[in-house]
């Protein structure tokens, strides 16, 4: 069994400089991406895209002096220990691999966008031509051959770290005592257990994670465990159920007419 | 036998609607069922799933706008399927009670019924529920994409619920319609129905038809 990894983001290091962004796409081949309007902001596209997975988004805030300063994150898939995205497929399309990495199958997928629905933090995203799911696969072709995701790899100020999942915890632990210094509300995030079963991809945050855009307490949807354990099975059980049925009562109301017929036909015999 | 052999029962409006709202719901229906029942995957892939994606979205457009078209086109009919529906009598009730019977075969001693009877009456009550929720559903799932997550993440479950549900009563409709009582088939065809169906089924009907004087009592028995 290959070893559980992680990928731990220090935004205190992150200096915004999107190398990370352009490895991504440069590993998976996937071309320049002009979808979403220049906003006037730092920022480069306004959310992740079929055709890019990894995002570096700039959040523009002020702190308590009112001093102007953007709050910058490195947005892309969490591989959930549970992922919502892989338990609402239709298709089982999705799974998640012993490194922890959760990886779509291109031939199995068929577009329907439920795991863009369940996912607690937006992340998939349907190509509109290939009507295929697209998302950071945490370079799992890489991993397995021993080799650090393109984005850690790449990071030009050490802030993407990667690597076995105890180890990044404990970085962590150590990063969070030394950031706290200068950013009182720093806080981990994605690190131990939570609602999406813990996360291969975790965070040092310099402040609430409402201020990076992410969800404060994500969750797996339980809509999923209703959709798979109660409404599959009473609509198949319902159709089959309906159609059993009918042959069942046409099969019984033809033998009660045969038999009437026959008492009628021996009545005019007799 | 009757000297008026049938019935004028429903409009052409109205029939109109009625197999567009049967067509399109059994396309929607089919050309969902690859994401329903697993098993069906295959041949999602083998029409090509987005293929299939659209066909639900045109389909679903011509559910969506058959009761506006019958605004237009069939008022009257679907004024009655409303008030008709929303009146529940002593007779439905005892309908409902007895009718199980006859889907065996058996004849059992039915009250006379109105234009509607108790069973067609929880059908449309039915069809209206799941409309709107299959509607509802719908929507959020096609162009819900910038709605809180839970509720979209809610909605397919939701959606599947109703449709199967919906599948299922279709085809009890369906069996009623054909398999027990074939001579009300007509009614969806060219409108009318036999007078002595009429006066076994609808007997509460026909009594209204004598009384508005659209036909006379002898002219039907
Ligand atoms: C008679 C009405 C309908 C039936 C029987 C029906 C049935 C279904 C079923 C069984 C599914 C798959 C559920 C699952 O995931 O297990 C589905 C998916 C879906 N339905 Fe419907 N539906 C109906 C009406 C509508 C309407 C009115 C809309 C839109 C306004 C709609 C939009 C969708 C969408 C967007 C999906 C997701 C799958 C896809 O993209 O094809 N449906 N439907
Ligand atoms: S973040 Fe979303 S897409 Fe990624 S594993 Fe979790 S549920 Fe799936
Ligand atoms: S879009 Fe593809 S990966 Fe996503 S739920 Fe549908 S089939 Fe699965
Ligand atoms: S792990 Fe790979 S796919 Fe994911 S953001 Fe980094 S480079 Fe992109």
Request: include cysteine; charge should be neutral; charged fraction near 20%.
């Amino acid at each position: 069994m290959a070893q559980e990894m992680a990928m731990l983001h220090d935004i205190s290091r992150c200096s915004g400089c999107r190398a990370c962004m352009v490895a991504c796409k440069q590993w998976h081949d996937l071309p320049a991406d002009m979808s979403t309007p220049f906003e006037g902001q730092y920022q480069s596209h306004a959310d992740l895209t079929p055709t890019t997975y990894n995002l570096i988004k700039f959040n523009e805030t002020t702190d308590e002096q009112g001093k102007f300063r953007w709050d910058i994150i490195k947005y892309q898939c969490m591989h959930c220990g549970d992922p919502a995205c892989r338990n609402g497929c239709p298709e089982n399309a999705i799974s998640k691999l012993d490194s922890g990495a959760v990886v779509i199958n291109e031939d199995q997928c068929v577009g329907c966008g439920y795991c863009a629905k369940n996912c607690p933090y937006g992340i998939p995203k349907i190509d509109g031509i290939a009507h295929k799911s697209r998302k950071c696969d945490l370079c799992f072709d890489r991993i397995q051959e021993g080799m650090v995701p393109a984005c850690a790899k790449t990071c030009t100020a050490d802030a993407i770290s990667f690597g076995p999942k105890a180890e990044m915890e404990k970085l962590a632990k150590e990063r969070l005592e030394v950031v706290k210094q200068s950013f009182p509300n720093a806080q981990l995030y994605g690190v131990g257990d939570n609602k999406v079963g813990g996360n291969h991809m975790m965070y040092v945050l310099t402040d609430k994670p409402e201020k990076f855009g992410l969800p404060a307490d994500p969750a797996t949807p339980k809509s999923i465990d209703m959709w798979k354990d109660v409404a599959r099975p009473i609509g198949q059980v319902a159709t089959f159920g309906a159609v059993a049925g009918i042959v069942g009562m046409a099969a019984i109301a033809q033998f009660r007419k045969s038999r009437m017929d026959k008492k009628h036909d021996e009545k005019k015999e007799g | 036998m009757a000297k008026l052999k049938y019935l004028p029962r429903h409009k052409k409006g109205f029939i109109i609607c009625h197999w567009l709202n049967g067509i399109s719901f059994l396309m929607l229906f089919l050309t969902a069922l690859p994401l329903y029942i697993p098993s069906f995957g295959d041949f999602y892939r083998a029409v090509g799933p987005h293929n299939l994606q659209l066909l639900h979205r045109f389909f679903a457009c011509v559910f969506i706008a058959t009761p506006f078209v019958g605004l237009f086109i069939a008022r009257e009919g679907y004024k009655r399927l409303f008030s008709e529906a929303l009146h529940f009598t002593k007779d439905d009730i005892e309908f409902q009670k007895k009718f199980p019977a006859e889907l065996v075969g058996g004849e059992p001693d039915l009250p006379p019924q109105g234009f509607y009877n108790g069973g067609e009456k929880m059908n449309i009550l039915l069809q209206m529920g799941l409309w709107c929720v299959l509607v509802a559903s719908g929507l959020v799932l096609w162009l819900g994409t910038s709605l809180p997550q839970s509720l979209q993440a809610w909605a397919i479950p939701i959606h599947a619920i109703a449709g199967g549900c919906g599948f299922a009563a279709a085809l009890g409709h369906i069996y009623l319609a054909l398999g027990v009582n074939p001579e009300s088939f007509q009614g969806m065809k060219d409108g009318t129905v036999l007078t002595d169906y009429a006066v076994h089924h609808h007997g509460k009907w026909v009594d209204e038809l004598v009384a508005e004087g659209k036909v006379s009592r002898k002219d039907i028995e």
